[in-house]
């Protein structure tokens, strides 16, 4: 399974790293180390049924490898070790008037390359319960959330610290200066990405901060701040709270509040409120959205991530224009309760008003339906298959998608 290049590079980077330590330091440094190799094939559909659609059909079928390793900490006050991703994915299916799915690059000609992909690496230390990465990395918080919705996932670039000195408190710092997209083997500049703002440029530096305290095993509070330089500034508090009614019965809280400003010649002007309650009875969960903007413009992120929002899905993501109010519901099963573990199901509906980058009179919805089954145990074990269909209907977009996914994640180590 090591013989692929991206294998090789990493287990040589790997290798020239343990070299570089004292040979009583390497102990823990190798025990702890973690390694896997996700193979991910992913076929996309999608049909845009609008009049006048300058291209009425995207469709894309690629091959996903994901490399990750992660080793452990050298012995000592101060711990140092190192991280390590490999990306490669593979054309299967493609054409120029098919492009456009987020699987694939597109070069100039309109054509999809036969492949694409990188080697990248983090160093890291710790001293105590406090940790420092720089590098590439795949942070995962509120105000910079990387996209891996697609072949293969979003990384950035720069520095993270991240500190637990004190039980239940969680505190992250960092600035990221580049980014490399689900479908770029390359990196650039980050961008701004808000309906109805103006004045964006592309950006070397984003700044963040966050605390997370955990109070109890039922309610866990945050706060996190985020600023994409001459672009926006953005507050974002977030309180989840699970309440055990009985045996298996919960009910789940999760409210989102975010205040976002401009930072430089843009317009960035939003509040966007946003809560999910979810009632879970055996394998059943049932949910309920509710999500409004205020201001100027739309909810910003950073471009060709996710939104921290509740009314995030599949096709129109964030249901986050200016003024909009959306509201959701969700249905969930677990075929564990019948016997069946690995099987899920997953379905909704998204209803949104006052929408159209601040003309208040248009609408939009969307219906998804998720259905997947991973492998528990045998030889397949972790084989996992997912089947995403989804319907969007707004002002001058109607769209339709399928996708198909398999994974496969191998332990190396």
């Given amino acids: 399974m090591l013989k692929t290049p991206i294998a090789r590079g990493v287990a040589l980077a790997t290798l020239g790293a343990t070299l570089a330590i004292p040979t009583m330091a390497q102990a823990a440094f190798i025990e702890d180390s973690k390694a896997n190799l996700e193979l991910r094939n992913f076929y996309f559909n999608g ?29 000592g006050s101060v711990g140092f070790g190192v991280d390590a991703i490999g990306l490669l994915g593979l054309k299967l299916d493609s054409s120029p008037d098919r492009t456009g799915t987020g699987l694939l690059p597109t070069n100039d000609d309109g054509y999809a390359p036969d492949d694409y992909g990188r080697i990248g690496g983090a160093a890291k230390a710790r001293i105590s319960k406090s940790t420092l990465k720089v590098g590439e990395m795949i942070p995962k918080l509120p105000t910079i959330l990387p996209s891996d919705s697609r072949l293969l996932p979003q990384t950035f670039r720069g520095g993270m610290l991240t500190s637990q000195e004190i039980d239940g408190l969680t505190v992250n710092l960092g600035r990221m200066t580049e980014t490399s997209s689900r479908s770029e083997a390359g990196f650039a500049d980050l961008g701004m990405s808000s309906a109805g703002s103006t004045g964006g440029v592309a950006s070397d530096k984003f700044d963040f901060a966050g605390l997370k305290y955990q109070w109890n095993k039922q309610l866990t509070t945050s706060y996190d701040y985020g600023n994409l330089d001459k672009n926006y500034k953005q507050h974002i508090f977030n309180l989840v709270h699970v309440l055990p009614l009985g045996e298996k019965q919960s009910f789940k809280s999760d409210i989102r509040y975010a205040h976002s400003t401009d930072d430089g010649n843009t317009n960035v002007d939003n509040k966007a409120f946003g809560a999910m309650f979810t009632y879970s009875l055996g394998g059943h969960a049932f949910g309920a959205a509710y999500q409004d903007m205020s201001g100027n413009t739309g ?10 929002l509740v009314n995030y899905v599949m096709i129109d993501p964030t249901f986050a224009d200016p003024d909009e109010t959306s509201w959701q519901l969700r249905y969930d099963y677990n075929f564990a309760a019948m016997g069946v573990p690995g099987l899920t199901f997953m379905t909704r509906y998204l209803k949104g008003t006052d929408t159209g980058t601040g003309a208040g009179n248009g609408s939009e919805w969307e219906r998804d339906t998720d259905i997947g089954y991973v492998m528990q145990s045998g030889a397949l074990k972790n084989l996992g298959v ?20 398999v994974s496969y994640t191998i332990p190396l180590m």
Avoid: C
């Avoid at 845009?48 to 012995?75: M, P, V």
């Avoid at 909810?299 to 921290?308: N, S, V």
């Fill in 47 to 75: 049909d845009n049924r609008q009049d006048g659609a300058s291209q009425s059909k995207l469709e894309e079928w690629g091959q996903g490898f994901i490399l990750k390793y992660e080793s452990g900490f050298t012995e």
């Fill in 299 to 308: 909810y910003p992120y950073i471009a060709g991530g996710d939104a921290f």
């Fill in 386 to 405: 997912k089947l995403r269909n989804g319907t969007y209907r707004g002002e001058g977009r109607e769209v339709d998608q399928t996708r198909f996914i």
